[in-house]
């Protein structure tokens, strides 16, 4: 069946410093979501990507879309501590069911103020 | 209500005793999803149902687990006699369509059993 998988599973930073969190997929994705948890909270939508190469930013967050839709990046430039958490990646496969996301375990990140 | 909402918040029971856990989906979103969160883990997924049918059973770890949804609204998942490797987080999203569009999800409901 289709893996999601993502590295690092851990990511410790100094506040300032940038971050950058990979999902790759086992199968090619029709699209693939980003979600924010934070401690002892419950994963948040940031955003999703269709478009193969699509590139999206929010504020100093920046999303990328592989080319091939099989993997995607997450990137946190210059990370304060109210970018901790845990961040989830979840592709829909393409041809697959039109309504299962399949979840990476996610990337704990923890920012040293 | 404004969100999903998920109750208990916590839970804990003693091994064999049977368990139920109660999710409530934004109002008219017709697609409802459960995972389990196990410490520091990912998403399992286990169930999702689309109005009152759940064409997806397959992440149900054993005969154990089972859930309903009625009215096109609440869903209860019921574990019963349960053990301790069934505690986790177990969480609740709902989606205005099967169409894999965006999840929302509750606060969840910690289930720790001894």
């Known amino acids: 069946g289709q893996q999601v998988m993502q590295i690092p599973q851990y990511q410790h930073v100094q506040e300032g410093e940038d971050f950058t969190t990979y999902c790759n997929s086992s199968?090619?994705?029709?699209?693939i979501q980003w979600y924010k948890q934070r401690p002892g909270g419950h994963p948040v939508f940031l955003i999703q990507?269709?478009?193969?190469?699509e590139v999206k930013k929010q504020k100093r967050l920046t999303f990328q879309f592989g080319e091939a839709k099989k993997n995607s990046s997450l990137h946190i430039t210059a990370t304060q501590t109210t970018d901790v958490g845990t961040y989830f990646c979840?592709?829909?496969?393409?041809?697959?069911?039109?309504?299962?996301?399949?979840f990476g375990k996610g990337t704990l990140l923890t920012v040293n103020p | 209500g404004a969100g999903v909402s998920q109750s208990p918040s916590n839970k804990v029971t003693e091994k064999g005793k049977d368990v139920e856990l109660r999710c409530d989906p934004i109002?008219?979103?017709?697609?409802l999803y459960w995972y389990r969160q196990s410490l520091g883990q990912g998403l399992e997924f286990l169930i999702y149902?689309?109005?009152?049918?759940?064409?997806?059973k397959s992440g149900l770890p054993s005969d154990r687990f089972s859930a309903e949804r009625t009215g096109g609204s609440v869903s209860t998942l019921t574990i019963q006699r349960t053990q301790q490797e069934d505690s986790a987080v177990y969480l609740c999203?709902?989606?205005?369509?099967?169409?894999?569009?965006?999840?929302?999800f509750g606060p969840g409901t910690r289930l720790l059993v001894l």
């Open positions: 999203a709902s989606s205005p369509s099967g169409g894999a569009l965006t999840q929302y």
């Open positions: 199968t090619t994705l029709s699209n």
């Open positions: 990507l269709v478009k193969s190469g």
């Open positions: 979840a592709g829909k496969n393409s041809g697959g069911s039109n309504y299962k996301l399949t």
């Open positions: 109002s008219g979103h017709t697609a």
């Open positions: 149902f689309q109005g009152n049918s759940a064409p997806d």
